[in-house]
């Protein structure tokens, strides 16, 4: 296999971020304290919501989200196919059951027409994710959960900058979970947030995050000594400061970046078009936060594709492949082939390519060149 002349991702770890790092070294608290306060304020205010709450992980925060609404043995969660596998799994680890959707053909997000067939006297919670940084369809999910009195957790994992019929995540769900992993829009290599409109819901995954103890190390040691309490049965969870360190500056410039993004993924969408070449649809409802490319190859063809294009030096990755025929799902809930056959066309034919601001024009060009010549030898 050749080395990659286009690596498939590069982190946006600059000067301010490396400053505000040190800063943070030099200072009192390497644990949650003023930093992570502060990056909650700012991204609450960019998301347009009352509350953000640092954790350690997307996974993390979600299941917070979920053991804070009472989701327990007994209860069902309806969830997409097509999605990475945490989705289903901070389910799994409520003790509940994950029961899996069709996708859209367009977009891959989950298709909101068959939600309702899946809701049950169980059902209590929508899980929508918004794949690739393209929102799913928020208006109709709220309006059905609320028909049905369902909660709505939003995977925004990847839709940070993301709108659609100008809402962000957040505005309509019940809470919506972020994810700072090393490639997302915002990274600290680890690390997640929970954006919510309900204080409540605020004050319990405080709580939820550390132990649940009523006073973090900041509370208890930045003025008079403060005695703490143990509230309720929590985990350890809690964003630190070294990690809000790293996320505050890219923060600052997210929207630079994701219009760099936005250029470069016209210039796929024109050049793979041209080709005859399918990929996943930004509708025009909507502003894609621009977090993964990906292509559809020919039925049939996509590890060859795959192979192909790694020898020609372009470096690529498979987002995702349909959960419910993963071996644990298909042991655990008898998941079958063909019973989500859009997710399951989108799973066996997908290809992510790179994307990331720092990439150059010259850079784009060869994985254009790369994606078309491999597909026309392929098709």
């Known amino acids: 296999m050749s080395v990659a002349r286009v690596e498939f991702f590069r982190h946006n770890i600059g000067e301010a971020e490396v400053a505000s790092l040190l800063e943070t070294l030099r200072g009192v608290?390497?644990?949650t304290g003023p930093k992570t306060k502060l990056f909650e304020q700012q991204l609450a205010s960019y998301l347009g919501v009352t509350h953000a709450v640092g954790v350690t992980s997307w996974t993390a925060g979600?299941?917070?989200?979920l053991k804070a609404w009472g989701i327990a043995p007994g209860d069902e969660v309806i969830v997409p196919a097509m999605t990475f596998v945490a989705?289903?799994?901070?389910?799994?680890?409520?003790?509940?059951?994950?029961?899996?959707?069709?996708?859209?053909?367009?977009?891959?997000?989950?298709?909101?027409?068959?939600?309702?067939?899946?809701?049950?006297?169980?059902?209590?919670?929508?899980?929508?994710?918004?794949?690739?940084?393209?929102?799913?369809?928020?208006?109709?999910?709220?309006?059905?959960?609320?028909?049905?009195?369902?909660k709505v957790l939003e995977d925004a994992a990847h839709c940070i900058e993301g709108t659609r019929d100008g809402l962000r995540p957040g505005a309509l769900g019940d809470?919506?979970?972020?994810?700072?992993?090393?490639?997302?829009?915002?990274?600290?290599?680890?690390?997640?947030?929970?954006?919510?409109n309900d204080p409540f819901l605020a004050e319990q995954l405080l709580l939820y995050r550390l132990h649940g103890m009523s006073k973090s190390a900041a509370d208890r040691y930045t003025a008079r000594y403060q005695h703490w309490d143990m509230e309720l049965l929590g985990y350890k969870a809690n964003m630190f400061d070294i990690q809000a360190a790293l996320l505050i500056p890219q923060l600052a410039r997210i929207d630079e970046r994701r219009a760099r993004k936005?250029?470069?993924?016209?210039?796929?969408?024109?050049?793979f078009a041209a080709a005859g070449i399918d990929y996943p649809q930004v509708l025009t409802c909507t502003?894609?936060?621009?977090?993964?490319?990906?292509?559809?190859?020919?039925?049939?063809?996509?590890?060859e594709m795959l192979a192909r294009l790694q020898e020609r030096g372009v470096a690529v990755a498979v987002n995702f492949r349909p959960v419910h025929l993963l071996k644990y799902y298909r042991t655990q809930l008898r998941g079958r082939a063909g019973e989500l056959p859009v997710a399951e066309d989108i799973g066996d034919r997908t290809i992510t390519i790179p994307l990331y601001?720092?990439?150059?024009?010259?850079?784009?060009?060869?994985?254009i060149d790369g994606v078309v010549r491999t597909y026309r030898e392929l098709a």
């Open 29 to 31: 608290f390497l644990t």
């Open 62 to 65: 979600a299941f917070l989200v």
């Open 87 to 150: 989705t289903a799994n901070v389910v799994s680890q409520c003790g509940a059951r994950p029961v899996f959707v069709d996708s859209e053909r367009a977009t891959g997000n989950i298709d909101v027409h068959r939600i309702a067939e899946k809701i049950t006297w169980r059902t209590k919670a929508i899980i929508p994710v918004h794949l690739y940084g393209h929102m799913a369809d928020m208006r109709a999910i709220r309006a059905l959960a609320d028909r049905h009195g369902l």
């Open 175 to 196: 809470a919506a979970c972020f994810s700072f992993y090393a490639t997302k829009n915002i990274a600290s290599g680890e690390g997640g947030a929970i954006a919510t």
């Open 262 to 271: 936005e250029e470069i993924c016209r210039r796929y969408e024109r050049a």
């Open 287 to 303: 502003q894609s936060a621009r977090h993964l490319f990906t292509v559809w190859a020919p039925h049939g063809r996509r590890d």
């Open 357 to 367: 601001p720092t990439l150059t024009d010259e850079e784009v060009d060869f994985v």
